[in-house]
């Protein structure tokens, strides 16, 4: 079921490269903000240990190739200007009956405020509804994380849902708020500039 695609990498962004990430040659990188307990406080992991991060990135659900729907690419976000990699950023293909996917994202702290999270995401929403075409992309997050919401209403997505105590994460009962966009608004929003 479904096909291959691989974006052509690496994305060029106005300031951004996304590319695929290196199994070795990122990993400490990577470690640098997936071991910060402020930095996981609400993704699905960590504080990752520089072998957890080893083990993750050589892991077969670390790919850039869309293959079947489940799939989920992870990019690395790296500054043109330094060639630093400050972050990492994930586009699922949640469905391909309903052409559903789903975003994420982290960056490094020292490099917040700079609109690259959203930077990187309009071009994860570029390869989700122009090449894997898909209708629908959403957002599940944390309603305490306001930076995070902030990015999603900077992408144009809208607040949909909040799930009242919807998940046991971290050892405590968490809302969660559902963000999302169709393909049509997000044309209509790019041509609109
Ligand atoms: C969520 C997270 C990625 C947001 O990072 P961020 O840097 O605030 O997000 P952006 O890249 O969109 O940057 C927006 C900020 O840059 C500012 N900015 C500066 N230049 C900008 C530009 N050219 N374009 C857009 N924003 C710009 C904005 O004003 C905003 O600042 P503010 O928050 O003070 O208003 C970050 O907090 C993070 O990594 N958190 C930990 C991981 C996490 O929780 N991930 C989400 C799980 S659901």
């Known amino acids: 079921m479904g096909r291959v695609l691989r974006p052509d990498y690496p994305i060029v962004t106005e300031r951004l490269l996304l590319r695929p990430l290196d199994p070795v040659a990122d990993v400490d990188a990577v470690h640098a903000y997936q071991s910060?307990?402020?930095a996981v406080r609400y993704v699905p992991y960590g504080p990752r240990s520089r072998a957890d991060v080893a083990e993750n990135l050589a892991s077969s659900r670390i790919r850039s190739t869309?293959?079947?729907?489940g799939h989920t690419i992870s990019l690395a976000v790296v500054l043109r200007e330094s060639g630093a990699l400050i972050g990492d950023v994930m586009l699922v293909w949640s469905s391909e009956v309903h052409r559903r996917g789903e975003i994420g994202y982290i960056l490094h702290p020292?490099?917040?405020g700079h609109g690259y999270v959203t930077e990187a995401c309009e071009a994860l929403?570029?390869?989700a509804f122009e090449q894997l075409e898909?209708?629908?992309?959403?957002?599940?997050?944390?309603e305490r994380n306001a930076a995070s919401a902030a990015v999603l209403r900077r992408l144009g997505m809208r607040e949909e849902a909040?799930?009242?105590e919807n998940e046991w994460f971290k050892g405590e009962w968490t809302t969660e708020l559902d963000f999302a966009v169709l393909a049509r608004e997000w044309r209509e929003r790019r041509a609109a500039g």
Do not use: W
């Not at 898909?134 to 944390?142: E, S």
């Open 36 to 38: 910060l307990p402020d």
């Open 66 to 69: 869309f293959e079947t729907p």
């Open 110 to 112: 020292d490099h917040h």
């Open 125 to 127: 929403l570029h390869i």
């Open 134 to 142: 898909l209708h629908r992309v959403v957002a599940r997050i944390d």
């Open 162 to 164: 909040r799930l009242v």
